[in-house]
């Protein structure tokens, strides 16, 4: 038996796929922004993106202010003997005596193009398209950690009952008036509150997870769980007076706009820390596979473990849910997915993978979701589930040989 | 080299507060087989877990290499000992290859890289438990056999000096399970390991293990050699199972035939044996004689627990014959199963004699010119096929 019968048993694809990945992104990316009510052609999008934001101050001195270009003129600051250092709208320049001796200079920044596109392309289309892809890898990759730990391919980021307990409170924040309190009337507020929510319930699945022996058994409990907060919700709903109801249905059936960037800071923090745990934990997720006892006996501590793996999926959950309400089917469907595309089970190679895909498949249906029936947007949920389901379908029939 | 590798004082195992076994001592050598041998949930799992680490014991210590169990750090145990256990893996796209190199994970850094040395070891494994054909086949594609040999290759890939293994041959065909006890009798042999197995074959515990230990009704009932395991009718004990339905000399049990007077099998030499297996598959009772205890027959008989009249080897009582000859006399059928006729089988002969002068039922193997010349013309019927006997069964 020579040594070359068992070399690396290495998919050669892998690398292709990861590239492949980055590509989708990239597109997607570009196609995220450039599509909507107000059609920015792509090439004015990758100028944007990549234009160096060189923006260029220059002082006049008193011979030159005749020729002062207006061109891309952003900030106009005359500086004057007396008056100071005052700023003029570029538009309003041609109202001032560029002859008064008194003017000792004039600064003027210039900048980009078109404000118009900038605003859109900065304040709406980019952070809404960051959103989705961040919280897409999150969901994938929470999805992945839960169906290795509980073996079970059926488990999707909610089976915990993190959303039903993030809505809950999000419900007492907008129906039951918790505004007032500690967290105050903005979209900020109600962040927090449903992340408490959904912390809430990690902290009391952690605690049953340290009791509680069999995985299928807390698999129940956070089902449970879950059941229990949403009845608080609908109970919420019940006494809530129409507007705000409508309101809640809206946020809790999930969406990406209306992302600030200061959110989406927030999102990329939280979620990029916990990528790297899961990506270190690969080696213990793999050893799982196998089954706790194996795992047990090739050194894994199982205590440790099932509290990283319980942590890191909910920390993962919870910040997308609390911001953007529940997505469905990206946690479910990605890990999936990319386990049929990829050929393999193992978690080093599955994490960034999911991390790719689940970020292209949920800013892909996201574009979708707010182009296809424009200006009405569709719930992300339904695009990913309508979107998804075939492609899940038509994978497993693909793969019937190996499961 | 026979050191001890496993002490285990005044243990008690079992489940949160159901204690399956107690109070238990033993050692247990490297470079030996040993057996956990009982009925089913005697605890022999339970033992093996426990000692593995995986299930914490109620009370007692284990003791491995002279440490207790619980002073281990995980990672030193685990590049003690390794186990094969019972419960199905159930894993998609993984290849043999790659459970089997799961194994190198306590001897592997960071992220589970492994180096060229890892996958010799991986690949070796493989090869040792005949599964090397198998090596890039997805897993669980593999039937239970090949499932059972890339798992215990994968256990062998931990390198470990403890081996424990929870019925690692039960899935098997008996060309693999020689296999298996081959190569566990080489692990332990020349790599100086302790092999700690328990098997429900009882003839391979006892003709390949070098330590067998018994465990019933919550203590340990037998802990020793094999060897010494017939004189107290150990296994039949273990298994209540009566009559001594086990026989060391077949390693194997019968099914029961009871004791009749209505037929009566004269045979020695061997002869008896496919005979008295189709009465006892069909449930029907007998009696046979004159045996001598050492032939073959014999065993095979007394664990149907069917009427013997036996002798001591070569040895002649004639007390056996007067009981043989009244028992010819109960009886309605006498078969003849044509053992060979010479100084030392004459007990036989008259018996058939006897028969042919009582007008008995006589049902023969031998070609009719041979039992004419012998015992004279009778109302025979002559039979070629062992199996043709159950025509009289109906």
């Known amino acids: 038996m020579s040594k070359q019968r068992v070399q690396k048993n290495v998919n050669k694809k892998v690398p292709v796929l990861y590239l492949l990945g980055i590509l989708l992104l990239f597109a997607v990316s570009i196609v995220g922004i450039s599509v909507g009510s107000v059609r920015i052609p792509p090439k004015e999008v990758v100028k944007q993106l990549f234009a160096s934001e060189k923006e260029q101050t220059v002082r006049y001195e008193r011979d030159a202010y005749e020729e002062i270009p207006m061109e891309n003129a952003q900030n106009i600051i005359v500086v004057h003997d007396e008056y100071g250092s005052m700023e003029v709208e570029p538009g309003l320049f041609s109202n001032i005596d560029l002859k008064d001796k008194a003017i000792s200079s004039v600064i003027v920044t210039y900048g980009q193009d078109d404000g118009l596109y900038r605003d859109i392309i900065k304040d709406i289309r980019m952070p809404r398209l960051a959103a989705s892809l961040l919280g897409g890898a999150a969901l994938a990759v929470a999805g992945l950690l839960l169906q290795i730990f509980f073996r079970n391919p059926i488990v999707d980021p909610y089976v915990l009952g993190i959303s039903n307990g993030s809505t809950f409170v999000a419900a007492l924040f907008m129906l039951a008036g918790l505004q007032s309190g500690l967290f105050g009337s903005t979209p900020i507020g109600r962040f927090f509150a449903a992340f408490t929510g959904a912390l809430a319930v990690m902290a009391i699945v952690l605690l049953f997870a340290m009791r509680v022996k069999n995985a299928s058994t807390l698999l129940i409990i956070g089902i449970m769980i879950g059941y229990f907060c949403s009845a608080g919700t609908g109970f919420l709903m019940t006494f809530a007076d129409k507007e705000a109801v409508k309101g809640f249905v809206i946020y809790s059936m999930g969406s990406f706009s209306g992302f600030m960037w200061n959110e989406v800071v927030m999102l990329a923090f939280i979620s990029l820390i916990f990528f790297l745990a899961s990506i270190l934990i690969g080696k213990q997720l793999n050893a799982f596979l196998l089954g706790e006892d194996y795992a047990k006996s090739m050194g894994v501590n199982l205590r440790l473990f099932r509290i990283i793996i319980i942590l890191v999926s909910s920390v993962l959950t919870a910040v997308v849910t609390a911001f953007a309400g529940p997505i469905a089917f990206i946690g479910l469907a990605v890990p999936h997915i990319v386990r049929m595309l990829f050929k393999t089970s193992d978690s080093r190679v599955l994490i960034p993978g999911c991390i790719l895909y689940g970020a292209f498949m949920t800013a892909f249906c996201d574009i979708l979701a707010r182009t296809v029936f424009s200006p009405r947007e569709l719930a992300l949920s339904t695009v990913t589930s309508v979107f998804g389901v075939p492609i899940v379908i038509h994978m497993i029939m693909k793969n019937r040989s190996s499961t | ?394």
Not at chain 2, 53 to 82: C, F, T
Not at chain 2, 181 to 206: K, Q
Not at chain 2, 225 to 241: Q, V
Not at chain 2, 324 to 332: E, G, R, T
């Open chain 2, 1 to 394: 080299m026979t050191d001890t590798t496993v002490k285990v004082k005044d243990l008690s195992i079992g489940y949160e507060k159901k204690i399956i076994c107690e109070n238990m001592s033993f050692d247990i050598k490297a470079g030996e087989l040993t057996c956990f041998m009982g009925k089913n949930g005697a605890g022999k799992s339970t033992l093996l877990k426990t000692i593995a680490g995986l299930l914490p014991s109620i009370s007692g210590d284990v003791l491995l290499l002279d440490k207790r169990l619980k002073e281990y750090k995980r990672n030193e145990l685990s590049k003690l000992l390794a186990v094969v256990l019972t419960q199905r893996i159930s894993v998609d796209f993984m290849t043999a290859m790659e459970i089997t190199c799961m194994g190198r994970y306590p001897h592997t850094g960071f992220m589970g890289r492994l180096n060229d040395k890892d996958r010799v070891i991986a690949q070796t494994s493989l090869e040792q438990t005949g599964a090397i054909e198998l090596a890039n086949r997805v897993y669980s594609t593999l039937s239970d056999g090949e499932k059972q040999k890339v798992l215990i290759a994968r256990a062998i890939a931990q390198e470990p000096k403890i081996l424990l293994l929870d019925e690692p041959t039960t899935h098997l065909d008996i060309k693999h399970k020689l296999e298996i006890m081959d190569l566990l009798n080489y692990l332990a042999r020349d790599r100086n390991m302790s092999v700690i197995l328990s098997l429900h074959e009882l003839d391979l515990a006892v003709k390949a293990c070098q330590h067998i230990i018994a465990m019933k009704d919550q203590r340990i009932m037998y802990d020793g050699a094999p060897e010494a395991m017939d004189e107290e009718d150990m296994i039949n004990r273990l298994f209540d199972m009566s009559p001594k339905r086990f026989s060391h000399v077949t390693g194997s049990v019968e099914l029961s035939a009871g004791k009749s007077h209505q037929h009566f099998i004269v045979a020695c030499c061997g002869t008896g044996v496919s005979m008295y297996r189709l009465f006892a598959k069909n449930r029907i009772g007998f009696t046979t004689g004159i045996l001598y205890e050492s032939e073959c027959d014999y065993p095979v008989a007394s664990s149907m627990g069917a009427h013997v009249l036996a002798n001591k080897p070569y040895e002649t009582n004639l007390d056996i014959q007067q009981e043989a000859i009244s028992c010819i006399d109960k009886a309605q059928t006498i078969i003849d199963t044509g053992f060979p006729i010479n100084d030392q089988t004459m007990q036989n002969k008259m018996l058939i004699v006897h028969a042919v002068e009582k007008n008995k039922t006589i049902i023969s193997f031998r070609n009719q010119e041979e039992f004419e010349k012998q015992f004279g013309k009778a109302q025979v019927t002559y039979m070629k096929d062992t199996a043709d006997v159950e025509k009289i069964f109906r």
